[in-house]
């Protein structure tokens, strides 16, 4: 009756919904012991290969994930009975030969006497938040090379004027290494009268935008717990 009703206001079934959403829904008797006995449709999307691939053959699913992924895929999911669901990202082969990230959020079904009679598992691509991950840490890499070894001292700060990283030859003309100096306001860097006023000169940058060298060409190093300005 449930069903005539949900035909009749035009509704979509279950099934429907879940073949048209975005995640790849499978289900399994044992994650490693058995093969997939039903796997979405929206896979072919995802992955290139039918459901059929996956059904008519135990290990297929095996095959398609990446060789440096499986080892420690297999360890987590010795805990998955005990934790009753997990989550794994790792690299499965697309048809066409590349490698697709995705995010597979594993759980268990038990039956009325608490035992775990299947899995059901939901895969997402991932892989743009992979390779966006990525491409910031290599980018990371780039600037961090660029930042120690370029010639001159750089020390960046916020806007309330607080040091947030410096380079060593920062170090070497300061005389202070980064561990002493972030995390304090710039200030404790410039010679007086500048040191006193540099608050309200960063407050009209951030607001206006104009730029204040009042500093420029001083310099501080500490020498015996004494200041000089060079």
Known sequence: MADQTEKKNGLPDIQTIVELGPAVVYHCNEYWEYGINYISPNVTNMLGWLPDDFLDDAEFRHKLIHKDDFHDLLIDLTDLYEQGQQKHEYRLCHKNGHYVWVSDEVRCLYDDDGKVI??????SDITQSKNKDRYLKESELRYRAIFETVLEGIITIDEQGII???NRISEDIFGYNRTEL???NVSMLMPSPDAENHDEYLRKYMAGGVRT???KGASCQRLAQRWRCV
Do not use: A, E, N, S
């Open 182 to 184: 972030i995390g304090r």
């Open 164 to 166: 947030q990283d410096m």
């Open 118 to 123: 299947g899995i059901v598992g939901y895969l």
């Open 213 to 215: 060298d009042h500093w």
